[in-house]
Every structure is written in structure tokens, then in C-alpha cells.
């Protein structure tokens, strides 16, 4: 069998992984969306976060993007409480101290415009005192829940986490719960960006 690559949006309260035999009852899973044999998710995403997901049966290109040495380039839209300044922004792009660890430069900047997204299944709880606004952030790392305390660490929960992008692969036209193939065009366009380990100087 050759080689498959799939590109899907994972809806929110959706395990990245097939099976779920932690909780009773079960959780929601890629099993429920995904037929296709033999793909597994190169990188993760959060249960509580929702957006683009990468699968693949290519261990070698699971690995790439998977491992963080090769810090390939992934962007969310994020709701946030409160509406950040440029400071808080600044922050954001020059790193922030998680767990005694700064996390590396970042791009960030404000959506003046809410983004055109599905609704969210349930919807956020919004406070009526409390405004909202959204931020694009680019990362070139994935610690655990890293856009969340982020955000918190500067001053602005996150209400509500979309990964649009994966390097130069996007959602597109996908909707929650779909997913189409990638092209070996689009897969070898973004094994060239991803090909060249991050350097430690």
C-alpha cells in the first residue's frame, strides 16, 4: 500500500487517537470520523481544542512533524478574555515563562474581525462583562497545552482554541468532523518546509 496522507478538522471533545479505554463512558474519537486503516496523527491536539489535524502511514513523515527539533510552523485563532494591547502582544512574540521554561518567539497579532468559523458544539459561556476578542498566534513548538498558558500567563484565557494551519496546509473549506486526502504535491511541498532541523544557536 503506498503512501496516505489525510488532512482532517477535528471537531471539539474529540480524542486525537483512535480508541478510548480511560473513561466510562467512552469518548469521542478520530474512530468515529475516520475509516481509512493504518493512519495515525503526526503531532496532537488538544480534547478541548478543535482544528486542523494531520494523518498519516508514513513514519518518517509522522516523525518530522512530530518532533519538535524541526519546529515546523503551526497557527491557531484563539478567543481570549479581555482584548489585548500591544504589550500583551509583544509578550506573546518575544516568549513567556511556562514551568520555568521560555517558550520560543512566536508570531501574534489581533483579528480585527472575528474569523469566519463553524459554531463551536457547545458554545463558549459568554459573561456579558467581559469582552472577548481573537488573536492569530504562530508557534514553532507544541508543549502540552501551550497556547492556553500562554495566554493565561499575559493575562487573557483562552475561551476558545482553532488550529487553522499546519505549516502551509490549511483547514480550507473543511468543516468540523471532515477530512480530505492530501495531494503528493501538497505532502512534498510541506516535507521540503519541514526538512531542516531548528538549530540550537
Known sequence: MGDRHL???????????????????????????????DVYPAGRLDYDSEGLLLLTNNGKLQHR??????????????????????????????????KKQKTRPAHARRLMDE????????PIRYRKSVPTAWIELTLTEGRNRQVRRMTAAVGFPTLRLVRVAIAHLSLGDLQPGQWRDVSTAEISTAVGTLSRPRSNS
Open 65 to 98: 512533524l512530530s518532533d519538535p527539533k524541526f519546529a515546523h510552523p503551526r497557527t491557531y485563532w484563539v478567543q481570549v478574555e479581555r482584548i489585548p494591547d500591544e504589550e500583551a502582544l509583544e509578550q506573546l512574540r518575544q516568549g513567556v515563562v511556562i
Open 115 to 122: 474569523p469566519d468559523l463553524p459554531p463551536r458544539n457547545p
Open 7 to 37: 488532512l482532517f478538522y477535528k471537531p471539539y471533545a474529540v480524542l486525537t487517537q483512535f480508541t478510548d479505554s480511560n473513561t466510562q463512558p467512552p469518548r469521542s474519537t478520530l474512530k468515529d470520523y475516520i475509516s481509512v486503516p
